[in-house]
Nanobody, 128 residues
Framework: EVQLQASGGGLVQAGGSLTLSCAASGVSFGGRAIGWFRQAPGKEREGISCFSSSDGNIYYADSVKGRFAISSDNAKNTMYLHMNNLKPEDTAVYYC?????????????????????WGKGTLVTVSS
């Protein structure tokens, strides 16, 4: 059974940094698609950073480009979201996700919430 466990959320002041972690069990990251998504209160879930083995690219939404970075440690089956220069509008529940096929592009996975497995989410609150 594939399980994803996100952690690292919390309260941070605007301009601060935070790193989210997502540990996967029951699956290895190699040859897959991974990504981070978020859902702010009253808004739809959006894909903010995705990587797919099909194109080998990392996609970032415009809202986080230059401030956030996705990475993974395949040996630990853990992915990370490094967030810098946080803004109040970054306040949301953050979800990690994984797709076993990796057939589509990185951008497609983010644009379409196209991952199959999802973690439960971790709340990030950015105060002004």
């Amino acid at each position: 059974e594939v399980q994803l466990q996100a952690s690292g959320g919390g309260l941070v002041q605007a301009g601060g940094s935070l790193t989210l972690s997502c540990a996967a069990s029951g699956v290895s990251f190699g040859g897959r698609a991974i990504g981070w998504f978020r859902q702010a209160p009253g808004k739809e879930r959006e894909g903010i950073s995705c990587f797919s083995s099909s194109d080998g690219n990392i996609y970032y939404a415009d809202s986080v480009k230059g401030r956030f970075a996705i990475s993974s440690d395949n040996a630990k089956n853990t992915m990370y979201l490094h967030m810098n220069n946080l803004k109040p509008e970054d306040t949301a529940v953050y979800y990690c996700a994984l797709d076993l096929t990796g057939y589509s592009s990185s951008k497609w996975y983010c644009d379409n919430n196209g991952m199959y497995y999802w973690g439960k989410g971790t709340l990030v609150t950015v105060s002004s």
